[in-house]
């Protein structure tokens, strides 16, 4: 069977052209950055996709990972046939249906009901293909008390419910997906990934652009890794997804990540001030790149303008997509300082620390015990990174200690006893 979709030395370039400054600001600026103020406009080059090979057969998912900027979404344009190869041969095989940037398809001085005929005409579907799916459409979207209201008055998470849901009932051969799903609300994620998997039963061919890599490998039957437009790496999700990991986490010095006092929030009384925040490892060494399950504290100085009693010492971490890990604090782990006055230092110290390959934001706070008053509080205002290593593990936030067992005995006579029954 031939494929879905073959790249052949596939490039696309991109032309950037420099004007002239018309204005004497953007004379000025030129001026100042020592640009060439040429009368004639500079043209420059982006190779966005550069020489990229592969072939995807009919029925596989594929996930293309990538950092920002590395051609992940110009592929895809390539593929629905939006952007033509500078060079190269492409082919695809098959209706496509593509739900790209948003309100892609999408006229905005149209109803929905209109653009549900105008996107569907342009996915392929003729006007008596269109009426027979309309009724299911508008349910699929849950926008029928919308249908007749002009799309430039929706909302983003509107947008994404009435283009997935006409992307989906064109009954596509190839369905293409960029990191569209983030905008709607969870429920409706739900019910769109419950299609995309049913899309998958019927063998449809799946490409998929997320930075959302559990929902990626997950869904993904192959990876393409892409960086600077060239092609890094083709292959199983499992291993590809764990080599992208651990490079995307490294950090190259390890230096404290602290911003400045201007890049974060701070607020509070003053009485007690936060002086310094370290992450240390099981040496007692500052460092800011770990490892699962290495040894890490949280050191915390401090000076107390005037004594208090028993303040309150916490954190807050959270992973770089902004979920919240934990929050703990000192009088929830039963330390009680009595009264502090003048300077100090307070750790939280983890024995094993089993956030997964990740970077991770910081809060770090001092507060009263007893009243709702802030005495210093530093809004995710330190970095640290976990990086590949320590374990096996790579999907979800967390490595929990655990073991597997397997009762072989139990399973050989549950074997022999399914095979007695068929053999009767």
């Given at each position: 069977?031939p494929p879905?979709?073959?790249?052949e030395?596939v490039?696309k370039?991109?032309m950037?052209t420099t004007?002239?400054?018309q ?7 030129a001026l100042?950055?020592g640009?060439w103020l040429?009368?004639r406009?500079?043209e420059?080059a982006?190779w ?9 057969p009919?029925?596989?998912?594929l996930g ?6 590395s051609g ?5 344009k390539?593929?629905?046939g ?6 190269g ?6 209706r496509?249906?593509a ?8 006229h905005?001085d ?6 549900i ?8 579907l ?11 459409i508008?349910a699929?979207s ?11 008055h929706y ?7 009435l283009g997935?849901?006409v992307?989906?009932?064109v009954?596509?051969d190839?369905l293409?997906?960029?990191e ?11 019910k769109?990934?419950?299609?995309i ?13 997320s ?5 990626v ?5 192959r990876?393409?890794w ?10 199983p ?5 764990g080599?992208y990991?651990?490079e995307a986490?490294?950090?190259p010095?390890?230096?404290q990540e602290?911003?400045d ?15 310094g925040?370290r992450?240390?490892?099981?040496e007692?060494?500052?460092k800011?790149?770990?490892r ?5 504290t ?12 028993d ?13 919240h890990?934990n929050?703990?604090?000192s009088?929830?782990g ?6 502090v006055?003048?300077?100090g230092?307070?750790r939280y ?7 997964l ?7 770090v706070?001092?507060?009263?015990s ?9 809004d995710?205002a330190y970095d640290?990174?976990?990086v ?5 593990e790579?999907h979800?936030l967390?490595a929990m200690?655990?073991?597997?067992e ?7 006579e549950?074997?022999q006893?399914?095979?007695g029954?068929v053999?009767?």
């Open positions: 069977m879905a979709i073959q790249f030395s490039s370039r991109f950037m004007e002239r400054p204005t004497i600001l953007e004379w000025l600026i100042t950055r640009q040429s009368r406009r500079q420059q982006l966005a996709v550069r020489d990229i090979s592969f072939e995807l009919p029925g596989e998912c293309i990972i990538g950092r920002n900027g992940k979404s110009t592929m895809l390539l593929i629905a939006i952007l033509r190869p500078t060079s041969r492409l082919t695809v095989r098959g496509v249906s739900l790209l940037e948003l309100g892609a398809g999408f905005p149209l109803t929905g009901r209109e653009n005929y105008l996107n569907g005409s342009v996915l392929g003729n006007r008596a293909e269109i009426e027979e799916q309309f009724d299911s508008v699929f849950e926008l029928a008390d919308f249908i007749d209201v002009p799309v430039k909302s983003s998470g509107m947008y994404v419910r997935f849901s992307a989906i009932h009954k596509p190839i293409i997906l960029d569209i799903l983030a905008v709607g609300d969870q429920s409706f994620q739900t769109c990934m419950e299609q998997y049913a899309l998958k039963r019927r063998g449809a061919t799946i490409i998929l652009v930075h959302n890599l559990d929902m490998r997950n869904l993904a039957t990876l393409l892409i960086e600077h437009g060239r092609m890094r790496g083709d292959g999700v499992q291993a590809l997804a080599q990991m651990a986490y490294q950090q010095a390890d230096t602290v911003k006092e201007e890049a974060f929030e701070r607020w509070g009384t003053g009485e007690i001030e936060i002086t925040v992450f240390l490892d099981g007692g060494q500052e800011t790149t770990f699962t399950n290495d040894p890490f949280v050191e915390i100085a401090y000076n107390a303008h005037k004594p208090i009693e303040p309150e010492f916490g954190l807050a971490i959270y992973r770089q997509d902004g979920v890990v929050g703990p604090n009088n929830a039963g330390l009680k300082t009595g009264v006055s003048g300077p230092r307070i110290c983890v024995e094993h620390l089993s956030l390959p990740a970077r991770y934001h910081v809060t706070a001092v507060h009263d007893e009243l709702p008053v802030a005495y210093d509080h530093h995710q640290f990174r976990v590949a290593g320590g374990t096996q790579l979800g967390l200690p655990s073991r597997w397997w009762d072989g005995s139990s399973s050989r549950m074997a006893t399914e095979l029954h053999e009767r």
